[in-house]
């Protein structure tokens, strides 16, 4: 049986360097079809892709927003300008969402700003994201909240109030919401991740979806998250990790990507059910390796079985050890070598 699927996003973020072309390439990274070639497996890629839309005018202190953007990633002079070249417009946004939905996935945006919500006049995605930062902004989570559409937020400068006080606003409109456990540090160090944080949040948040969103370098973190119950990843992706840009060389390329959603798509099998059983596809392995009941020496038509002569070898399609009460003092009906299975049908 097959656990339920992991929901994965590739968070683009601003990884298409302002360029609708580039993020359509990201997209179509994404889409890539993932295969296992060992069984056979044609496996489901990626499920969203995320973008993120600021507004200038609400990003950042004025001071801030001219201050010189010297810096090997800098797009511009100043940090204003620097972001102002990697901005999309709304319509860029809802060119690169129908080039999505055209692709067959789905479509997630985060808003940085009430001002943002101009986007929803072009589409209406299947999830709005709340970045870290603004899990304490709570007049942007009501306006959000306020559009019914269902909420995913990140918790990487949170704790537990800030958490609580961020539901509290957004259950006044909906319950339709995702919690992504986060660590706001890129990368993260190993020893900041503490996944046991998605235990907390499943325990303590029930009714509500439990992710992660991963800020590690490489894929063994996220996978480890699906094993402790995240049923949503988010990661960032990008076509090329030695392009310009602050995220890039922490993102994922094609072949992480592949990697990444391959691994998940296994796991999601192999997590199977809380039971112990013998399963079918064993049954090969099971009788071809497990041990019987044998002889230690030759026996004659006739004999009574003692446990004295007995021992265990394979093939595993005769008595086991613990049925032996089956075996023992019974007569032979035959001759039976040395070292050969006993079956049922060789004693009277």
């Known amino acids: 049986m097959m656990s339920k699927e992991v929901y994965v996003i590739g968070e683009i973020g601003q990884n298409h360097n302002g360029s609708v072309d580039?993020?359509?390439?990201?997209?179509?990274l994404a889409c890539r079809p993932v295969e296992e070639d060992l069984f056979n497996l044609q496996l489901k890629p990626m499920n969203a892709v995320k973008l993120t839309k600021r507004d200038l005018k609400q990003e950042l202190s004025k001071s801030q927003m001219n201050a010189a953007y010297n810096s090997p990633y800098s797009f511009g002079a100043t940090y204003g300008v620097h972001r102002e070249v990697l901005e999309l417009n709304d319509e860029e946004h809802f060119e690169i969402y129908k080039y999505a939905k055209a692709k067959g996935i789905d479509f997630v945006e985060t808003l940085c700003a009430v001002?943002?919500?101009s986007l929803l006049r072009y589409f209406e995605p299947d999830y709005l994201k709340v970045a870290s930062r603004d899990l304490t902004n709570l007049p942007l989570l009501e306006a959000l909240a306020e559009t019914?559409?269902?909420?995913i937020v990140s918790t990487g400068m949170a704790g537990k109030k800030e958490l609580d006080d961020a539901i509290t606003v957004i259950a006044k409109y909906h319950s339709n919401l995702s919690i992504l456990h986060c660590v706001s540090q890129y990368p993260t160090h190993p020893k900041n991740v503490n996944l046991n944080t998605i235990k907390f949040l499943k325990n303590n948040y029930k009714d509500y979806r439990v992710g992660y969103s991963d800020h590690t370098i490489g894929i063994s973190t996220p996978l480890a998250a699906v094993a402790m119950g995240a049923e949503i990843i988010e990661k960032h992706i990008t076509i090329d990790r030695r392009m310009k840009g602050t995220d890039q060389a922490g993102s994922l390329g094609p072949d992480g990507v592949n990697r990444?959603?391959?691994?998940?798509r296994m796991l999601e099998r192999s997590l199977g059910i809380e039971d112990i059983f013998i399963d079918s596809d064993v049954s090969g392995a099971k009788?071809?390796?497990?041990?019987?009941?044998a002889t230690k020496r030759l026996m004659k038509k006739g004999e009574v079985i003692k446990e004295e002569d007995l021992q265990m070898l394979s093939p595993g399609d005769g008595i086991k050890w613990a049925d032996r009460e089956e075996l023992?003092?019974?007569?032979?009906?035959c001759?039976?070598?040395?070292?050969?299975?006993i079956y049922k049908t060789f004693v009277l």
């Open 22 to 28: 580039l993020a359509k390439l990201i997209i179509d």
């Open 115 to 117: 001002g943002c919500l």
């Open 148 to 151: 019914k559409i269902p909420i």
């Open 260 to 264: 990444m959603v391959r691994d998940i």
């Open 287 to 293: 009788n071809k390796l497990e041990r019987s009941i």
């Open 328 to 333: 023992l003092g019974r007569e032979l009906n």
């Open 335 to 341: 001759d039976i070598p040395a070292d050969e299975v």
